[in-house]
């Protein structure tokens, strides 16, 4: 396309010209301008396509060069006419500059230093062409330089300069790295040259000459840049660091300067020009600055050298390492036979030295029976002929036969040299032997082995052979299924289990498989089979079967055992609670209930007629309850006296309050146990799924408040969950049955509160109190607890255990420092305890386990225990003062606050109650 812009331009110029030099000299500035806007357009082209981002400073040269025509068309700028840089000049130095940026990103070098090197060559080709050119070509047409303006004179040498540079630079690349892209872009350089020197020669541009030698140039250069912008930029071939064609052509242009300068200015006595001097000096500094760069190239070279020389080295010691850390023995043998490099393994195998190895002949490690397989291997080996992998013996030093499998391979790199891998098949050579004896030895271990053995095809599934055992295990004789397929034999049900478990038969898989027996009854087997090839090279498949009935069975109550209650046969909580977590995540709000069963007053039958008769009662409740419940609903066992029930779809006529009412009903009927008949009533709570989102654990929670709601309402009735069901009193009733079971526990536990003597700030013991860590409510203070003990009559174990651990844990102390060897604790006693005819036994027994001496031990008793029985108090405390213990009055000033009664009791400190003082 810029060849036929061209052509028109010239055509237009011939048709509409008036033929003068300064009109074809316009015309050819069109032409140029016409096709540097193409080569603009291929640049940019080039640059959204091209992943590498140095041809943006392409895009940005040949903007620059379109910019000087478009200034040189448009009349702005006179050639050498002006003072200063025009701005055409400005934008030709940028076409300058960035091309230069674009070579020098294009430089392949390892380091800066050899980029640098690369740069001042190119600068020292460019000195001594420009001092030749100068002196051969331009001179003589100027002839007198200092008539010029000196704008002039640096125009008519620095165009040529940056051409010859931007060239010189592209020449030395070549060398390294040649592509289409970089010759035509050296030919733009060239050609720009040849039409800037031509150019400078005629100062009155433009004349004939300079017309048409310049302009021919320029159009050349400019359509090669064209070309650049559209061809391959890779390098198609790749020279390695051609130094010396370098140096020759460096050394060549510039000993041909220097002698054209020594000529001409020592010899001839030519007047030296200021231009001359300029370049004379740039080109000695040059060829000193290469010197220096020259040395820092080499410098940086050989410390890379040394860099590599022990890279080199450590990469050696690695692969020996790792040669040595193969799993297998490496040996390399040269042509000869000789063993060049062997590796650790190698020496132990055959057990000798490694000194023993290198350097010796591959077969004298071997047996000598193996060495004329070994020499005849290695002429197939030489010959490329295809050969197995041969086994070899080794007779060790010590008298031991090792058998070696080798595996030689012939490197590409180094085909002089082999490669040999040896194995130990020591094991397999052996096994192989001994499954010789065992093949003989299978007949007996097939036919009476201990479990069921079936031989089949692997296609067909038929029958080939069957051990006694798995004859007898389906009651036929062997006859009988030898020729049958085993898929008659399996259970239709288990037909599809039989084909994964032979797919996968090499990872061991197993099924469990149902076979039918002569008689038509069913046994349970777990199935293995293997996969064998005959001699004759059928595949077979050998099943091992074994007799899992009785195994099947026990899981089989082991799984119901783990989620039913083994006395009712109902399922337990654990089942319960799964079942109603699944069914509440799917069921609509409202249509789930759960009912909490408590039998009132269990306990005093269990404690009076004993435990039987109380197994009896919840067996006989079971069966009541199993007789209400729909069979599509679930009655469960939830632990001891309680039963829970889940109702599904209650919306409609199936109302939880009548289900509830049947079920107590049902309940009180009189039952007839060991010959008595008992009245059993019954405190059942509901709650329904009311919202969406409840929880397993709130279904369960609100029935059971709802449940101690109906026994705090005086029992044998049906409460509804509703927000009040946890109300003061059903939490009492609750607090009351949950603290027996806390003691059960051990929930019930000591806090020590220490006693300090104020006025010397020593620790003279603890004050012990008691909390309940409820797994559900938290920590629980005492008076949320203690009256509900002494009420319900379980005060006397809740302090004999507080007083147990207490003395446990002062034993620990006093053991673990000497610092607490005085140490006292102070333990609460009630009014139930201190009239307890066992507190002093209790009390004794407690100190004994404990180790603690009773003079470490503080008793407290309430001012109101001691007088509500003034007699019964006296003697009780003599008898614990006659532990040795301690005894102090508490709260004193809450009763009657006599020192007159104190003087009857034993006591040695009092604690004075805050109510008693403040009005003082």
């Known amino acids: 396309m810029a060849t036929a812009l061209l052509g028109v331009v010239f055509a237009a110029g011939h048709l509409f010209g ?42 940005v040269g040949v903007l620059g060069l379109t910019a000087s025509q478009i200034f040189l068309v448009a009349g702005v700028g006179d050639w050498l006419g002006s003072q200063v840089f025009s701005p055409p000049d400005l934008a030709m130095f940028v076409w300058f500059g960035a091309m230069v940026r674009f070579l020098v990103l294009h430089m392949r070098a390892q380091d800066h230093w050899t980029r640098l090197v690369h740069l001042v060559e190119s600068a020292m080709v460019t000195a001594a062409i420009l001092f030749i050119v100068w002196e051969t070509l331009l001179l003589p047409a100027v002839v007198d330089p200092s008539a010029m303006s000196l704008n002039a004179q640096i125009l008519i040498v620095l165009y040529p300069a940056l051409d010859i540079f931007g060239a010189s630079v592209l020449a030395l690349l070549l060398l390294v790295d040649r592509s289409p892209a970089r010759w035509l872009l050296f030919a733009t350089f060239v050609f720009n040259a040849v039409g800037d020197i031509a150019a400078g020669m005629s100062p009155s541009y433009p004349t004939n000459v300079a017309l048409w030698v310049a302009s021919p140039a320029w159009t050349v250069a400019a359509l090669a840049l064209v070309a650049a912008t559209s061809a391959p930029a890779g390098a198609g071939v790749t020279a390695a660091r051609p130094r010396a064609i370098r140096l020759f052509i460096v050394s060549v242009l ?23 001097i300029v370049l004379g000096v740039a080109a000695g500094a040059l060829w000193s600055t290469g010197r220096v760069a020259d040395f820092l190239q080499s410098r940086s070279f050989a410390d890379q050298l040394s860099s590599n020389i022990v890279e080199l080295e450590r990469t050696q010691e690695e692969l020996r390492a790792l040669l040595d850390d193969l799993p297998e023995a490496v040996v390399v043998i040269d042509r000869s036979g000789r063993i060049h490099e062997a590796n650790r393994l190698v020496a132990e195998l055959i057990g000798r030295a490694p000194d023993d190895v290198l350097g010796h002949y591959f077969v004298d490690l071997f047996s000598p029976s193996d060495r004329q397989h070994i020499v005849d291997l290695w002429r197939q080996m030489r010959a490329a002929a295809l050969m197995s992998n041969p086994t070899f013996t080794v ?7 090792v058998y070696l499998e080798g595996d030689a391979n012939l490197p590409i790199r180094d085909p002089e040299r082999v490669v040999v891998a040896l194995r130990n098949v020591t094991d397999r050579i052996r096994q192989t032997q001994a499954l010789e004896v065992a093949r003989e030895r299978f007949e007996l271990v097939f036919d009476r082995a201990p479990i069921g053995m079936a031989v089949t095809t692997f296609d067909e599934a038929t029958v080939v052979e069957v051990n006694r055992r798995f004859a007898q295990m389906l009651g036929y004789t062997a006859d009988e299924l030898v020729g049958r397929c085993i898929n008659d034999f399996i259970h239709a049900d288990d037909n599809a289990r039989v084909p994964p478990v032979r797919e996968r038969a090499h990872l061991g898989a197993t099924a469990e498989v149902r076979f039918i027996c002569k008689d038509g009854s069913v046994v349970w087997t777990r199935l293995l089979v293997s996969i064998m090839v005959d001699t004759d090279g059928t595949e077979l498949v050998v099943g091992h079967v074994e007799d899992v009935t009785e195994q099947r069975h026990s899981a089989e109550w082991m799984e119901w055992a783990a989620t039913h209650d083994g006395l009712t046969g109902l399922p337990n909580r654990f089942r319960f609670l799964d079942t109603l977590g699944t069914l509440l995540a799917a069921a609509p709000v409202g249509s789930v209930a759960v009912l909490f069963i408590d039998l009132d007053n269990f306990k005093v039958i269990n404690d009076s007629l004993g435990h039987e008769a109380g197994d009896q009662l919840l067996m006989a409740m079971s069966e009541r309850l199993r007789a209400v419940v729909r069979d599509r609903d679930m009655l469960g066992r939830f632990g001891g006296d309680e039963f829970i029930v889940l109702l599904r779809d209650v919306s409609g006529a199936h109302d939880p309050r009548e289900i509830a009412e049947r079920l107590r009903q049902e309940i009180a009927h009189p039952v007839q146990i060991e010959g008595a008949e008992l009245y059993v009533t019954a405190s059942i709570g509901i709650t329904i799924n009311d919202r969406e989102g409840i929880t397993t654990t709130e279904m369960m929670r609100d029935a059971d408040a709802a449940m101690y709601r109906a026994k705090a309402r005086g029992r044998d009735r049906v409460e509804l969950y509703s927000p009040g069901s946890h109300d003061a009193s059903v939490l009492n009733l609750r607090t009351s049955n949950e603290l027996r079971r806390g003691l059960e526990r051990g929930e019930i536990v000591p806090y020590y509160q220490p006693v300090v003597q104020l006025d010397t700030g020593q620790l003279m013991g603890f004050e012990v109190l008691a909390r309940w860590r409820h797994p559900d409510r938290g920590l629980i203070g005492p008076d949320q607890f203690l009256p509900m003990a002494e009420e319900t009559g379980q005060i006397s174990d809740l302090g004999s255990a507080v007083l147990r651990a207490s003395l446990a844990q002062l034993g620990q102390w006093r053991n673990h420092s000497g610092r607490f060897a005085d140490l006292s604790i102070s333990v609460n006693v009630s009014v139930r305890q201190l009239m307890s005819t066992v507190l002093v036994d209790v009390v004794s027994d407690a100190l004994a386990e404990s180790g603690v001496s009773a003079a470490a031990l503080w008793l407290e008793i309430t001012e109101t225990a001691l007088m509500a029985d003034v007699k019964a108090a006296t003697v009780a405390l003599r008898e614990l003062r006659s532990l040795g213990l301690h005894l102090a009055v508490d709260d004193f000033g809450t009763g009657y606050s006599s020192l007159t009664y104190l003087k009857r009791f034993p006591v040695e400190a009092i604690k004075v109650d805050r109510s008693f003082v403040n009005g003082l």
């Open 395 to 401: 007779v060790r030093p010590d008298g031991s036969v």
């Open 254 to 276: 510039m000993a041909a300067a220097v002698w054209l300068a020594t000529f001409r200015y020592v010899i001839g006595d030519t007047p030296t020009t200021v231009v001359s």
């Open 18 to 59: 008036d033929g003068s030099m300064a009109d074809w000299d316009r015309w050819v500035d069109i032409g140029l301008l016409l096709v540097d806007v193409v080569a603009l357009y291929g640049a940019l082209r080039r640059r959204r396509v091209e992943p590498s981002a140095h041809w943006r400073w392409v895009v």
